[in-house]
């Protein structure tokens, strides 16, 4: 998962977060449809004619989970974190998303992760503490879109070829397995801890690469991340700035190969 700087559910006081930052500041062209921000990579394709690009048609759908399928942190759950770690609030964001991304790509265990974070904040967080944590931690990412799941299970049974790349600690990965059955609509579930990589780095996206037996031109990436996204064009795939359900529906509405 990454840090929802830029989502209006953090407040503005918060401590920064994860790494790599936000720092692009050219654009991409768009469609007329100002929701939709899907775009082509150059070189996707090549005609007869030395010099012209033609867009290639993908036919499989990558999707990110939070912020797309899944929602980002309440407030509430938010709230809950602070209180359970019993420091101020931002100093703990900043421990929390400065340590997050080897706790999601699997390097250290929920409980390492959290003595990790004690120790930035200079303090100690007992057994005990370490459970209510994990266990408050998971409750704050266990929201979905169930307008998104709806999509999802109609792209199944439309046999449309879907798959996941989530940044995501093994815990939580447990909490959805466990809980969610729109996950076996995807052909493919890469999570981070299990993957050894989590975006933005190029290799989480040439594992889906090799798992989906494709080449990345075939493939649409939809993250809400504009780091991620940039990083999935840079590796050659197609990318969906994801905004809402709404925008994205009409984007693939004009992919025959990937509507519903």
Excluded at 117 to 142: C, H, K, M, N, P
Excluded at 152 to 165: D, H, N, P, Q, S
Aim: glycine letters at 10%; charged letters at 25%.
């Amino acid at each position: 998962m990454n840090d929802p700087t830029h989502h209006t559910n953090r407040p503005a006081d918060d401590g920064p977060g994860d790494s790599p930052r936000h720092s692009h500041s050219h654009s991409h062209s768009h469609s007329d449809d100002p929701g939709d921000t899907l775009r082509a990579t150059p070189g996707d394709s090549l005609s007869d004619n030395p010099g012209e690009t033609l867009r290639t048609a993908p036919d499989i759908l990558l999707f990110d989970m939070f912020g797309v399928i899944a929602r980002h942190q309440s407030d509430a759950g938010r709230a809950r974190l602070v209180v359970a770690a019993g420091v101020p609030e931002a100093p703990f964001w900043e421990a929390y998303w400065g340590l997050r991304q080897p706790y999601d790509r699997g390097d250290v265990t929920g409980s390492g992760y959290w003595r990790q974070v004690a120790d930035a904040l200079g303090t100690g967080f007992g057994t005990e503490q370490v459970a209510r944590l994990i266990e408050a931690d998971i409750a704050s990412w266990s929201g979905v879109d169930d307008t998104m799941v709806t999509l999802i299970g109609e792209l199944a049974a439309a046999g449309r070829r879907i798959a996941l790349l989530s940044n995501i600690p093994e815990e939580l990965a447990v909490h959805y397995e466990e809980r969610h059955t729109w996950l076996k609509h995807f052909q493919v579930r890469a999570f981070s801890c299990r993957i050894g990589h989590a975006k933005p780095e190029p290799g989480a996206y040439r594992w889906c690469l090799d798992a989906l037996g494709t080449e990345a031109g075939r493939v649409l990436f939809v993250d809400d991340r504009e780091e991620n996204v940039r990083a999935a064009e840079a590796g050659g795939l197609r990318g969906h700035l994801f905004t809402t359900p709404a925008a994205l529906r009409e984007a693939l509405r004009k992919e025959p190969r990937l509507s519903a």
